[in-house]
């Protein structure tokens, strides 16, 4: 403890003189070379923020495209046409489409479209059937295309009937009655066939930004 | 067990007969009428039956003569089956005297009363909420029998003291339509139709005014035409007719309508869950709806077998009553409809007799008509067909109030027979909407000659009388084909092949002009004939009017719309096919049924609808097929009488195998009741009965498969076990492990039609007109809609930002 004690003792005072100035000026110009580097974060992190809000609006352009599309694919789901589809190199071949209409494609009118309130921005999509195979005269394998048609094409699907718990049933196929009658409505559990497509939504701005979303959605009909 | 094999030990064994032959001559008959199977060696009398003789011989059926009256003509090549009774009906027919024999001697439909012991009507309904179903009296041998349709609705919260079993709000409706177009409103059928019935295509064969000439008294010339259709004549029954088929006061053995034959009524939505994934028609759907909005939200449809398909609403008001909406009557039964009259009128009876010329189910079924459009079809047959023999004498007499027949010869032999398939568009299903679409008749008068009666749009909507001569050119190839057909069988099936665009095809099972099996596939929106195949088993055609085969089809594997890849049918032979029509494959016979007793061997004929679905065996698809079969021995006790049998039938595993078709004896090793045992590795059948032999059970619903489950309610009369008396059962049984489990009810009858209602409770009807309930859900099975399929949907699988 004496120890201790000894250690504590005010150690005398030694007399500076001569000093002033130069620390005055050291502190100014440490003070400016802060004061010009918080300018610039400030001034950049402005910029930043500029741009992310213009980014959030492309997205926000792009996901109202997916469920534009939504809405479009789930009221023509009744007059699909649900016939396996030939891919022949161009993505035209497995755009979706009506039941008996060749020619025109159920996404006709999400090209290049105009965005509410955002000037100069154009929205794309496409409404793309999973259910499709290589049409074996244009394309017979993968090898036959290139990286970016390989990565413009949606994952293939087939249609194919659920299954679930319990009693499978209305269209069902496994322990209840398959019986084709219009009053054997079994119904429960499975048994819808599901038909899958991808949407793929891109909205860009005029200044060459753009942004793109894709999902694939299944509709057990 | 045990209580069998004592009796097959100690009694007596005796020789089984392979098969006998009934003859019945219509009334009125000589007396001194026999016929016999044998070329004379022995006669026998209406209704008697021969004695048991070998089935593996044909037969040569003849008649005796009697004075004053035409024998019916030879029946060449009767082919019996092992331990079935064949029927035969036919005509004596009462002549003059007189040597002059005019020509073209009319034919006219003939009462029938064949069939009087019709299985129950086969249906079951799966989460619907309204059973109808038609109690009959089938008692009276000359005159017309009787039905009435009842219906009950589950879903409606009845209030205490309010009537659930709803009736027929009486009197019926006075709008009853008729047409002789196709693809145009309907007439009214009333007093105006005599108009019609001049027309020469209507009349049977040709209309002939002066077809006999002759002087009464001696000087004054007498004409008479060969059948009495002028307006003044029509117009004196013409009305009575009308009211007979309306019920107006008219006794059909005390019931508001004819009997049904094979009919069941077919409750009908504006929905199908088979065709909704289809393009449009759900949006045909929502059409529907409003239409059938104000009669209670479906329809229930009846043929009958006096020619007339009822709709009914299904009691919109809940006031008890539900209400006929209208009855149509197609072409091909108005053509013989009134024959009814005639006869009651011109051999002076006192109610009208039993002429069946729609005795057939019917089916109700939407096609596709053009791009994105749906039609409403209504199709049905004539069933067994109208026997045609030659117009009466008396009936001259009755008709002109001289004694005509005493100056007629000999008519030539004239006899045959008549059918029909039609189809009406019920797209829009009020009375001012409902169209003929089609309607095709064979009037076969044999030795080769004939006509087919047609209307379709493919002959311009018109009707056309045709031939057989003109059909062996090149007219009409594609109804030329309707020649064939003689009886009709089964409720018909309709569905598409094709891919791309695709083809709707109404495939009918049938017998034809030479007693053979034969499919016919028709245009469900024409009635042209796509083709027709004859099969190789010629038709019992006795049995076939008690038991008649039944067709089917059944969804295949990873579709969910009716594409024609599995169709079955199964013979009342015995003889069960598949067949692609899809594919466009030959049917193929998989398996043979037969019923083996005591060394003995009988058919395994069918009873019921059949139902298919898939089990998953191995990681593998199997699919499944149940159907009950009808077993008669020869006998009562001693293993005799009449039993039944529920058959599943691995039809995967079974075509896995090589030899098709497989020849399977079945109720080898019954004995016990209530488990499945198997016949072989495809093949497990269950003993239908309650307790033991002799207390053998009736399916009285179609048996389904319900969540693994195939379900069954059938019904007897029990007499051991300390119990005396009748019953219901239901089935619950599990065709993987062999489990069944049941649940009986004493002192309940019950009779033919059953529902699943949305709750899962299985509804049955007793034969006093109860609702009997079994809540499938205590045997572990789920309502139905309750799971993962029951609504349309869509789901997000994945999403992604891609930049």
Known sequence: MEDQELNLRKVPHKRNSGMALPMALIFLLVGAVLVGTALYVVENMFSTSRHVVTETQLYNAAQSGIEQAKVVLWDARSDLDYEEREYDGTIDSVRVRLDGVSGDYLDDDLQGVSVAELVNVTLTVDILDCNYVFDGINVNDYEDLDIDQIAALPPRWPAIISEGEGTPGGLSQIGSSGYLDPNRQVTSGGGRVLRHYVIRSRAESADGKSSSIETLVVIGL | MLFLFFIFLFVPQKTWADGW???????????????????????????????????SSTYTVSFNSVSNWISPSSVPNVKLKNNQVTRIERTYVRVGGGSEVPEEWPVWPQPSYLGSQYVPLTFTLINRNILPWVESNKTPSTSVWGSILKMVDFIYDYAEGEETIKQLLYPATQNYLFSTQSNASMSTLDST??????????????????????????????????????????????????????????????????????????????????????????????????????????????????????????????????????????LSSFLFGVYQEMHKETLDLALHPRIPTLGAPILIHDVEDGQGGWKRILAGATGIGTPLAPKAPEAWDSETELGVRDILGIPQSLSGFASGVFALDITDPRSSGVKQRWSVSNIDLGDGNGFLNIVSSATGNSWTKISYTALEGVSLPSFSGYRTLHTSLSRPVIGYTGSGNRTWHMVLLGIDNESYFRLYDINPLTGELIGSTQLNEVAALGTEIDFPSKIGAVVPWGENTPKLEEIYFYLSDGSFYSWDLYSGTAPRKILELEFKLQGEYYNAEVVQDFDGTFFIIDDQPHRFISFVVRLEKAGVGQGGGIIYGAVVVDVTKLELGENLPQTMEIGTHWGQTNVFVDESSAVQSMYLAEQMHGNEAFPVSAPFFYGGKLIIAATGYQSTGGYNGVYGKIYVADPITGEVQTETIHGVSLIGGALVDDSGIFRVVTSTGEILSFDLTEYELEPPGSGFGGEERSEIIYWKRNN
């Open chain 2, 193 to 330: 139709v005599g108009t019609v019935m001049t027309d020469s295509r209507f009349i049977l064969p040709e209309y002939v005014e002066n077809w006999l000439s002759f002087e009464d008294p001696p000087g004054t010339l007498v004409n008479v035409e060969n059948q009495q259709f002028s307006n003044a004549i029509v117009s004196l029954w013409i009305n009575s007719w009308v009211d007979f088929l309306k019920s107006k006061n008219i006794n059909k053995a005390g019931m508001s309508l004819s009997d049904t034959g094979h009919g069941s009524p077919v409750a009908t939505w504006p929905d199908n869950v088979w065709l909704s994934p289809l393009p449009g028609y759900l949006s045909y759907v929502n059409g529907l709806e409003s239409l059938y909005e104000p009669y209670g939200g479906a329809i229930v449809f009846l043929p009958t077998t006096d020619g007339i398909v009822h709709a009914f609403d299904v009691d919109p008001e809940n006031d008890g009553y539900y209400g006929e909406m209208w009855g149509a009557m197609p």
């Open chain 2, 21 to 55: 032959i009934v003859v019945t001559f219509t009334e009125p008959y000589p007396s001194a009428a026999r016929w016999s199977y044998n070329g004379g060696s022995t006669w026998l009398e209406s209704g008697q039956s021969s004695p048991a003789i070998p089935h």
